[in-house]
Nanobody, 125 residues
Framework: QLQASGGGLVQAGDSLRLSCVAS?????????MSWFRQAPGKEREFVGG????????YHSDFVQGRFIISRDNAKNTVYLQMNTLTPDDTGVYFC???????????????????WGQGTQVTVSS
């Protein structure tokens, strides 16, 4: 089970840190944990992921160095540090995981097995 938190209402240029806590499973046994987001009327899109056992992060191009994904094995948590937020970053952010690191692309939501409930991020201009 995944529990996402940390969303909120912020102004453009602000920062937020999202957390995704796993329960019932040690994150080091998962192949990959990722963050997706979904804006109203749009499809869910990949934000970033981390290959947990190797601590190797992946980020979408639109992140452009603003977001950092990391993990803390001791806290069984994956984080998404979001800096220099813009109104285009508004949406519901979901954490997701799968047991094995995928062969091929890792940015398609349909390949993930476990999903958190989502946390709302709203960035005002």
């Amino acid at each position: 089970q995944l529990q996402a938190s940390g969303g909120g209402l912020v102004q453009a240029g602000d920062s937020l840190r999202l957390s995704c806590v796993a329960s019932g499973r040690t994150i080091s046994t998962l192949g990959i944990m990722s963050w997706f987001r979904q804006a109203p009327g749009k499809e869910r899109e990949f934000v970033g992921g981390i290959r947990v056992p190797l601590n190797r992060p992946y980020h979408s191009d639109f992140v452009q160095g603003r977001f950092i994904i990391s993990r803390d094995n001791a806290k069984n948590t994956v984080y998404l540090q979001m800096n220099t937020l813009t109104p285009d970053d508004t949406g519901v952010y979901f954490c997701a995981a799968r047991n094995a690191f995928p062969v091929g692309t890792y940015n398609r939501p349909e390949i993930y097995t476990y999903w958190g409930q989502g946390t709302q991020v709203t960035v005002s201009s």
